[in-house]
């Protein structure tokens, strides 16, 4: 079974910068949809950026142009390069591989001064 594990994640201040990496079990990342998803609390799950097996990316309005989704299938990684950070993107940050329906245990992002 392929498990990924989510990494990156820390205190920021408003307009600085995390990178986050979801590094995969099993080569899983170049034949699937990878997606980055958040969860603030009280808030429901929502996506924030996917890239397709052929390396089309899509982002939610609210991250455009300040995130960027990337993957190395050499090492069977996605990474979330976040820029100019703001307190609403303060959630629970979870990968998840669409092809076998699974999801990382997420990592905490807090944005704040």
């Known amino acids: 079974q392929v498990q990924l594990v989510e990494s990156g994640g820390g205190l920021v201040q408003p307009g600085g910068s995390l990178r986050l990496s979801c590094a995969a079990s099993?080569?899983?990342?170049?034949?699937?949809?990878m997606g980055w998803y958040r969860q603030a609390p009280g808030k429901q799950r929502e996506l924030v950026a996917i890239?397709?097996?052929?390396?089309?990316?899509n982002y939610a309005d609210s991250v455009k142009g300040r995130f960027t989704i990337s993957r190395d299938n050499a090492k069977n990684t996605v990474y979330l390069q976040m820029n100019s950070l703001k307190p609403d993107d303060t959630a629970v940050y979870y990968c998840?591989?669409?092809?076998?329906?699974?999801w990382g245990q997420g990592t905490l992002v807090t944005v704040s001064s």
């Open positions: 998840h591989a669409d092809r076998i329906d699974a």
């Open positions: 890239i397709t097996r052929g390396g089309s990316t």
């Open positions: 099993g080569s899983i990342v170049s034949i699937t949809t």
